[in-house]
T-cell receptor, first 113, second 115 residues
Framework: GESVGLHLPTLSVQEGDNSIINCAYS??????FIWYKQESGKGPQFIID?????DKRQGQRVTVLLNKTVKHLSLQIAATQPGDSAVYFCAEKGNNAGNMLTFGGGTRLMVKP | DTGVSQNPRHKITKRGQNVTFRCDPI?????LYWYRQTLGQGPEFLTYFQNEAQLEKSRLLSDRFSAERPKGSFSTLEIQRTEQGDSAMYLC?????????????FGQGTRLTVV
């Protein structure tokens, strides 16, 4: 079946550096993608989303890039802070009327002070 | 707090017992979703409601699972005859489908441990 996956299970960065978290997806019909942040014991928290008619979207300290040619999604976090330490999931919405999301397995971001 | 609320936060039960979880979505949200998340994995879709109608169920939702949203507001998820494999975090999310679709907001989840 089609799935969303991540390249790296764990990413360790120095405080102040930029972080890049990658995600590959296989459903070419997906038209909407979201990055979620999940801290221990909490539910996923929306970070940023992007529709398939865009290739870049910026938020506060975060940028999402979408490359539909190679079905690749990335989340860039500028000036990473200790509070950014969490597991990050990409999720896609495929061709479904209910907007159900398919999540990848997650990348743990660890920020070293 | 106007976010998605789930109760209880934690539940420990013996195998074979029934459990029920509750989700209160964001008040104006007409869609409500249930997901299940096991350790180290992303959430997996279980079922969703549009108002009070349950419109889709995943193959993960066995006959022992039942979800309701009787008045189109809060929802309950019941698991009958629990098994150890049911141990997971059960997440509820809600969204609004008025002027275009909005992102789904998740609750804190209910962590179920079956012993």
């Amino acid at each position: 079946g089609e799935s969303v996956g991540l390249h790296l299970p764990t990413l360790s960065v120095q405080e102040g550096d930029n972080s890049i978290i990658n995600c590959a997806y296989s459903n070419s019909a997906s038209d909407y993608f979201i990055w979620y942040k999940q801290e221990s014991g909490k539910g996923p928290q929306f970070i940023i989303d992007i529709r398939s008619n865009m290739d870049k979207r910026q938020g506060q300290r975060v940028t999402v890039l979408l490359n539909k040619t190679v079905k690749h999604l990335s989340l860039q976090i500028a000036a990473t802070q200790p509070g950014d330490s969490a597991v990050y999931f990409c999720a896609e919405k495929g061709n479904n009327a209910g907007n159900m999301l398919t999540f990848g397995g997650g990348t743990r971001l660890m920020v070293k002070p | 707090d106007t976010g998605v609320s789930q109760n209880p936060r934690h539940k420990i039960t013996k195998r074979g017992q029934n459990v029920t979880f509750r989700c209160d979505p964001i008040s104006e949200h007409n869609r409500l979703y249930w997901y299940r998340q096991t350790l180290g994995q992303g959430p997996e879709f279980l079922t969703y409601f549009q108002n009070e109608a349950q419109l889709e169920k995943s193959r993960l939702l066995s006959d022992r699972f039942s979800a309701e949203r009787p008045k189109g507001s809060f929802s309950t998820l019941e698991i009958q005859r629990t098994e150890q494999g049911d141990s997971a975090m059960y997440l509820c999310a809600s969204s609004y489908t008025g002027k275009g679709n909005t992102e789904a907001f998740f609750g804190q989840g209910t962590r179920l441990t079956v012993v």
